[in-house]
């Protein structure tokens, strides 16, 4: 970039002229930020005031834009400019709208003005323009890992697209679980009862493209690269590269032979999927184990599902309770009776009720009850208590249906493997072996990785891969790896049709994303990257575990090997490292610590106190920006600078915060845990992490640990992140101003 040139720009519109001294925040840009072209304008947003921006940038050589005026969050397409970095400060949402009208707040409220644009300036100067790592590369073919429902969903929706598929099946055939389904739950229209299973015209459909190279009867051997480049070498010796990969490897049914109370070993006790493949072979007739015909079948709900007795499933399945209305219809046309015996019957989808009633039309008996044993006294013989009537009961049965609920076919988790390697890093022998026990009972690798962090993608705790339930469902913690269907959570087909069709657009940007070098998500578009000092690198290795999407690896010799397609930007990294070397070209260490440097910091004996808030900008800072909107105040002494995660917070900061004589600090973040709202997954766990030793710098500062807050926010949270503001300005003024003031 050429020779530095800053140019700030102050909106006069939105109430800020009405309620600032808008001549000084320009002579403050001038005089402390070291503005070059500082210019007022009555509606910056305007036409005009971005054409007045744009010659600046074209015909004064102005590489650096300040806009002050709204949060950094508005107006994005209006300050959109090439060639130049942006820098914001709020002025609107973070300070007239949160600050009361009257001259006596008037001088508080023009500090906090002034700060802000010293601040926006400071972080201009620090921050550079990102440029191309070289590393881009398009490559329109996706890899499709699974053959039921999803993966066949998948992969002609790519087809569709353009994109060229390589679909993976391990078995010999197309179709999975799907394709055993005698008929399936009708799309629409639930009241018409089960349709005839079309799963057969989306195999043809698939296998008669051009597009779609279908590899049966093989597994994945090898996958290295990054999204836009991945290599994969199969079993059966094929190569290719692709650019994105979508996992659809379904599920497997719970093992019901762990449930002895239903005597599972029994001929005519069966789980839903066998029950089908029954029925299937027999043409919708429904016979025994013995060939003989079933007059009496009894479907089981929930069976070691939705149970936190130990080898269960703790959740619900979703499918089962509409698959069990659909066996029962196959009974009752066969002029048979079926019962359901439910705790709670859940039919989801827009046709679930509609079926659900179907059902009842068809005169299959609903009993809410929980079933205590089904026993093989001759007849089969079903007790439960009936809820309704509060009565124990029993049903002979000819044969008993378990609703046993899915397990999704995944890999070994591979934060396994990085929890082994740091248990015998510690030499902790007794873990070393209960890890080892679990990885022995693993199953196998389907992606086989060549990742630093493991061979296929993080799981949560049940088992299903790893995903942003909220904001980000398909993505993995691998970038351009996308799961798709009861992999990823449990859902029935309908679902996973659906589902599969996300999981592949999203996989197509990723691809597009990955040949400009930009991020795929959640800062999508973003072109920076990571870079490190060699020369400081001391080889700790804590950028490599602690990054949530296997971005980085090391070379021979120790050292990070950053790869920038798989990167999301959150800056962990940076976080994590304890010498300060890892850095974005418009996000480092340097860029947040301007800021902190430049705000003024009054004396002791002025008694305006300085507290410091880092909001994570996916959570907190918006629900900051929504607190203006609603005009809910908070202290004139808070100054926050948004980062694009709390994991990207590096200590140094903090202790650069109260060296300087902030006097309180505020940590602002998502909520961790199993139910994590972090859209960078474990940004906030991490940054929780290491700020629960930050104690420890306090006490060498002879500082209250009081002074230093994290919290867990959401984004709806627009009234109390402004309490917290004002609990720790109470808290400052109960234990005093920082001995740090000069």
């Given at each position: 970039?050429?020779?530095?040139?800053?140019?700030?720009?102050?909106?006069?519109?939105?109430?800020?002229?009405?309620?600032?001294?808008?001549?000084?925040?320009?002579?403050?840009?001038?005089?402390?930020?070291?503005?070059a072209?500082?210019?007022?304008?009555?509606?910056?947003?305007?036409?005009?005031?971005?054409?007045?921006?744009?010659?600046?940038?074209?015909?004064?050589?102005?590489?650096?834009?300040?806009?002050?005026?709204?949060?950094?969050?508005?107006?994005?397409?209006a300050?959109?400019?090439?060639?130049?970095?942006?820098?914001?400060?709020?002025?609107?949402?973070?300070?007239?709208?949160?600050?009361?009208?009257?001259?006596e707040?008037q001088?508080?409220?023009?500090?906090?003005?002034?700060?802000?644009?010293?601040?926006?300036?400071?972080?201009?100067?620090a921050?550079?323009?990102?440029?191309?790592?070289?590393?881009?590369?398009?490559?329109?073919?996706?890899?499709?890992?699974?053959?039921?429902?999803?993966?066949?969903?998948?992969?002609?929706?790519?087809?569709?697209?353009?994109?060229?598929?390589?679909?993976?099946?391990?078995?010999?055939?197309?179709?999975?679980?799907?394709?055993?389904?005698?008929?399936?739950?009708?799309?629409?229209?639930?009241?018409?009862?089960?349709?005839?299973?079309?799963?057969?015209e989306?195999?043809?459909?698939?296998?008669?493209?051009?597009?779609?190279t279908?590899?049966?009867?093989?597994?994945?051997?090898?996958?290295?690269?990054?999204?836009?480049?991945?290599?994969?070498?199969?079993?059966?010796?094929?190569t290719?590269?692709?650019?994105?990969?979508?996992q659809?490897?379904?599920?497997?049914?719970?093992?019901?032979?762990?449930?002895?109370?239903?005597?599972?070993?029994?001929?005519?006790v069966?789980?839903?999927?066998?029950?089908?493949?029954?029925?299937?072979?027999?043409?919708?007739?429904i016979?025994?184990?013995?060939?003989?015909?079933?007059?009496?079948?009894v479907?089981?709900?929930?069976?070691?599902?939705?149970s936190?007795?130990?080898?269960?499933?703790?959740?619900?399945?979703?499918?089962?309770?509409?698959?069990?209305?659909?066996?029962?219809?196959y009974?009752?046309?066969?002029?048979?009776?079926?019962?359901?015996?439910?705790?709670?019957?859940?039919?989801?989808?827009?046709?679930?009720?509609?079926f659900?009633?179907?059902?009842?039309?068809?005169?299959?008996?609903?009993?809410?009850?929980e079933?205590?044993?089904?026993?093989?006294?001759?007849?089969?013989?079903?007790?439960?208590?009936?809820?309704?009537?509060?009565?124990?009961?029993?049903?002979?049965?000819?044969?008993?249906?378990?609703?046993?609920?899915?397990?999704?076919?995944?890999?070994?988790?591979?934060?396994?493997?990085?929890?082994?390697?740091?248990?015998?890093?510690?030499?902790n022998?007794?873990?070393?072996?209960?890890?080892?026990?679990?990885?022995?009972?693993?199953?196998?690798?389907?992606?086989?990785?060549?990742?630093?962090?493991?061979?296929?993608?993080?799981?949560?705790?049940?088992?299903?891969?790893?995903?942003?339930?909220?904001?980000?469902?398909?993505?993995?913690?691998?970038?351009?790896i996308?799961?798709?269907?009861?992999?990823?959570?449990?859902?029935?087909?309908?679902?996973?049709?659906?589902?599969?069709?996300?999981?592949?657009?999203?996989?197509?940007?990723a691809?597009?994303n990955?040949?400009?070098?930009?991020?795929?998500?959640p800062?999508?578009?973003?072109?920076?990257?990571?870079?490190?000092?060699?020369?400081?690198?001391?080889?700790?290795?804590?950028?490599?575990v602690?990054?949530?999407?296997?971005?980085?690896?090391?070379?021979?010799?120790?050292?990070?090997?950053?790869?920038?397609?798989?990167?999301?930007?959150?800056?962990?990294?940076?976080?994590?490292?304890?010498?300060?070397?890892?850095?974005?070209e418009?996000?480092?260490v340097?860029?947040?610590?301007?800021?902190?440097?430049?705000?003024?910091?009054?004396?002791?004996?002025?008694?305006?106190?300085?507290?410091?808030?880092?909001?994570?900008?996916?959570?907190?800072?918006?629900?900051?920006?929504?607190?203006?909107?609603?005009?809910?105040?908070?202290?004139?002494?808070?100054?926050?600078?948004?980062v694009?995660?709390?994991?990207?917070?590096?200590?140094?900061?903090?202790?650069?915060?109260?060296?300087?004589?902030?006097?309180?600090?505020?940590?602002?973040?998502?909520?961790?845990?199993?139910?994590?709202q972090?859209?960078?997954?474990?940004?906030?766990?991490?940054?929780?992490?290491?700020?629960?030793?930050?104690?420890?710098?306090?006490?060498?500062?002879?500082?209250?640990?009081?002074?230093v807050?994290?919290?867990?926010?959401?984004?709806?949270?627009?009234?109390?992140?402004?309490?917290?503001?004002?609990?720790?300005?109470?808290?400052?003024?109960?234990?005093?101003?920082?001995?740090?003031?000069?």
């Open positions: 970039m050429a020779d530095m040139k800053i140019g700030a720009y102050i909106c006069k519109g939105c109430g800020i002229e009405e309620r600032l001294d808008v001549a000084q925040l320009t002579s403050t840009a001038k005089r402390d930020g070291k503005a072209v500082a210019k007022e304008h009555e509606f910056l947003c305007n036409s005009e005031g971005v054409k007045m921006i744009q010659d600046d940038i074209d015909n004064d050589g102005v590489n650096r834009v300040v806009i002050v005026g709204c949060s950094r969050r508005a107006k994005t397409d300050f959109n400019f090439e060639g130049v970095t942006l820098s914001r400060a709020n002025l609107r949402e973070g300070v007239i709208w949160i600050r009361p009208e009257g001259d707040h001088e508080t409220t023009q500090e906090m003005a002034d700060d802000y644009v010293r601040m926006a300036c400071a972080e201009a100067k921050m550079k323009l990102p440029a191309s790592s070289g590393e881009q590369e398009l490559t329109r073919r996706i890899l499709v890992v699974g053959g039921g429902v999803g993966g066949l969903t998948a992969a002609n929706e790519a087809a569709k697209t353009g994109y060229e598929v390589d679909l993976v099946e391990m078995s010999d055939k197309l179709g999975g679980i799907a394709g055993e389904l005698y008929q399936r739950v009708p799309k629409k229209n639930g009241l018409q009862g089960p349709v005839v299973n079309d799963l057969p989306l195999i043809a459909a698939v296998e008669g493209s051009d597009k779609i279908v590899h049966l009867g093989t597994t994945i051997k090898k996958t290295d690269g990054a999204p836009g480049r991945f290599n994969v070498e199969l079993e059966s010796g094929a290719f590269k692709v650019g994105a990969i979508v659809a490897t379904g599920f497997k049914p719970y093992d019901m032979s762990q449930l002895p109370e239903f005597s599972p070993n029994h001929a005519d069966v789980d839903q999927l066998t029950f089908e493949q029954m029925v299937k072979a027999n043409d919708g007739a016979k025994k184990a013995d060939g003989s015909e079933a007059k009496n079948v479907f089981v709900q929930c069976a070691g599902q939705r936190d007795k130990e080898g269960h499933l703790p959740y619900c399945s979703g499918h089962c309770c509409t698959t069990s209305i659909k066996q029962a219809h009974v009752k046309k066969a002029g048979g009776d079926a019962t359901i015996i439910f705790d709670d019957l859940r039919t989801p989808g827009a046709t679930g009720e509609d659900y009633r179907s059902g009842q039309e068809a005169m299959v008996t609903f009993s809410k009850g079933v205590s044993a089904v026993k093989a006294n001759g007849s089969l013989q079903v007790d439960y208590k009936d809820k309704i009537l509060n009565e124990e009961m029993t049903l002979n049965a000819d044969i008993v249906v378990l609703a046993t609920g899915m397990v999704p076919h995944t890999g070994p988790d591979p934060y396994l493997m990085i929890d082994l390697e740091l248990a015998k890093e510690d030499d022998q007794e873990l070393v072996k209960k890890i080892e026990h679990k990885l022995e009972l693993a199953p196998p690798s389907i992606l086989n990785l060549d990742y630093r962090q493991g061979p296929d993608v993080p799981q949560l705790k049940y088992g299903f891969t790893d995903s942003h339930f909220i904001c980000f469902p398909y993505e993995t913690r691998r970038t351009g996308y799961t798709t269907g009861p992999v990823r959570r449990p859902m029935d087909i309908a679902q996973t049709i659906e589902d599969a069709t996300g999981a592949t657009l999203k996989a197509i940007q691809c597009e990955s040949a400009q070098g930009r991020a795929a998500h800062r999508s578009g973003d072109l920076s990257f990571p870079s490190f000092r060699k020369e400081g690198c001391t080889q700790c290795k804590r950028c490599t602690e990054c949530p999407f296997g971005a980085i690896n090391e070379d021979d010799a120790g050292f990070p090997q950053y790869n920038e397609a798989r990167c999301r930007r959150c800056g962990t990294c940076m976080g994590a490292c304890p010498v300060r070397v890892i850095s974005f418009n996000y480092s340097e860029t947040v610590g301007q800021q902190i440097k430049n705000v003024e910091i009054p004396d002791e004996f002025e008694e305006k106190p300085r507290l410091l808030m880092l909001a994570c900008e996916n959570d907190a800072y918006p629900a900051l920006d929504m607190a203006g909107m609603n005009g809910v105040e908070y202290s004139q002494w808070i100054r926050i600078i948004p694009r995660c709390l994991g990207s917070v590096n200590t140094i900061w903090i202790t650069d915060a109260l060296n300087s004589g902030f006097d309180g600090i505020i940590l602002a973040g998502c909520q961790k845990g199993d139910n994590y972090c859209h960078f997954v474990k940004g906030s766990e991490m940054a929780h992490y290491r700020m629960s030793k930050i104690d420890d710098t306090l006490n060498q500062l002879n500082l209250e640990k009081e002074r807050a994290t919290l867990e926010v959401a984004i709806t949270d627009i009234h109390r992140i402004p309490a917290e503001i004002n609990k720790m300005a109470e808290t400052i003024n109960e234990i005093g101003m920082s001995p740090f003031k000069f």
